[in-house]
């Protein structure tokens, strides 16, 4: 009878932190960014249909970068919990740092777990607050490790890149046009093979843009930034440039390089 195989702690763990992490890198790159008025949520994001930023409550957005069909169920689970939780107590006891600690508890059981591949995604939770020292935005990692997050946080795809051209250009209290583009020229930026800045203009059409808007009367912050209007507050750029093709060893779709089913996306 042959041994079985043994596998260290220490070994499995850092195996199950390289797949989750290979799999994030495939997608593109998401930015929350604090402005004047709330917490904008911008992403690159050619389908009109599959959301990677969408509403929880009311005064918290969703957003998450990786395999669509595993962070689309930690959203709808995040929905659920938040209407029971303003339901059967007080919506104000709805907050980003219950549902932010309930995600992390989710993502850091399956990571731990030995049954189960780790979830191949990173996880946005924001919250706008009366004043701009109310906003929060809590960044989740597919371990479970939760991040308080200040001025503006970048997951997904190239971030280092995305976050050191943040450093240089954000500007505490913009306004949203100037918050808006320097988040969508940040996700534009990338370094090539030989190390080289590269700057391309992301079509409107291809950008999910929404903001969490402490100005609006309604008690449901959470709006949709469409193209149309996305066109006036952007201005003339020039011509919009696609993304770079991303090699992977699955068959890419639609020119995007992400794998068929179940994309990280």
Do not use: C, W
Not at 199 to 224: H, M, N
Not at 225 to 248: F, N, T, W
Request: net charge negative; charged share 25%; aromatic share 8%.
């Amino acid at each position: 009878m042959s041994a079985p195989f043994y596998v260290s702690p220490e070994q499995l763990m850092k195996d199950r932190a390289d797949f989750a992490r290979k799999g994030i890198a495939r997608g593109r790159s998401l930015a929350a960014v604090q402005f004047a008025d709330g917490v904008l949520l911008v992403t690159e994001n050619p389908s009109q249909a599959l959301h990677k930023v969408s509403e929880l409550y009311d005064r918290l957005a969703f957003a998450a970068v990786g395999r669509y069909n595993e962070f689309e169920n930690l959203r709808i689970a995040g929905v659920r919990l938040a209407d029971m939780r303003g339901y059967s107590y007080d919506r104000r006891d709805v907050t980003g740092r219950g549902l932010a600690n309930a995600y992390a508890q989710t993502l850091g059981t399956i990571f731990s777990s030995g049954g189960e591949k780790p979830y191949e995604v990173e996880i946005f939770v924001a919250e706008v607050g009366e004043t701009a020292a109310d906003d929060q935005i809590y960044r989740l990692t597919y371990e479970g490790r939760v991040a308080d997050e200040h001025g503006y946080a970048v997951m997904g795809g190239d971030a280092d890149t995305v976050s050191f051209y943040l450093a240089e250009h954000y500007t505490e209290g913009a306004s949203l046009e100037a918050a808006l583009a320097v988040a969508v020229s940040a996700l534009g930026h990338s370094n090539d093979e030989r190390g080289q800045a590269t700057d391309r203009v992301i079509g409107v059409d291809d950008l999910e843009v929404a903001v969490l808007d402490r100005t609006r009367t309604q008690r449901r912050k959470f709006r949709r930034i469409l193209p149309a209007r996305l066109e006036e507050l952007l201005g003339d750029r020039g011509p919009s440039e696609s993304a770079p093709v991303v090699h992977s060893s699955e068959t890419p779709v639609g020119g995007d390089g992400e794998p068929p089913v179940a994309p990280p996306v």
